[in-house]
């Protein structure tokens, strides 16, 4: 559908370290799970901040690897419209698509924000983390989706057809 930002510079690289990030939360995510699992099992012991810290793994999983799927294209593309639709019609459509997931972005950070003011110091049950520090991942995320979203526009609007 649209030309893909190179992943260079300072949202590239850091978009490449969300991915290696992303990746050890995965190995993480596998072991705490299948430890918590023998625990269980085998001794009839379980932990709480185990599953809580599995979870916090999946947030940054899931999170830090969005600016790298938007950057690339990796995410899912439906492109009936635009494989049928002239050059124009698909770069506005393109430009378009990068100004809404940027308009995510914002107001997914302003909307955390807010929620956070409230209850950013709230700890979570098990680790007494505090919540801010619980959910960095996703604010770290999706500031970089931001940013690539602004870098990809401008790509964009630079190498219109």
Known sequence: ??????????????????????????FVIV???FGQLVLRNLFSVTYASVDELARLA?????????????????????DLVTNCAPVK???L????????????ALIFLISDYQFMVRSG???????????YLFF??????????????CQKLIFQLRHRP
Do not use: W
């Open 136 to 149: 960095s991942g996703a604010y770290l995320g999706m500031a970089l989706l931001l940013l690539a979203a």
């Open 31 to 33: 072991g705490l799970v």
């Open 58 to 78: 999946h947030i940054y999983l899931v999170y830090l690897l969005v600016p790298l799927a938007f950057i690339e294209g990796l995410h899912v593309n439906i």
């Open 93 to 104: 459509l393109d430009i378009f698509v990068t100004l809404m997931m940027g308009a995510f």
């Open 1 to 26: 559908m649209s030309q893909n930002v190179p992943a260079v510079g300072f949202i590239g690289k850091a978009a490449r370290l969300g991915e290696r990030i992303s990746l050890v939360c995965l």
């Open 89 to 91: 019609l698909k770069f």
């Open 121 to 131: 110091n709230v700890p979570t049950p098990a680790m007494q983390m505090p919540n």
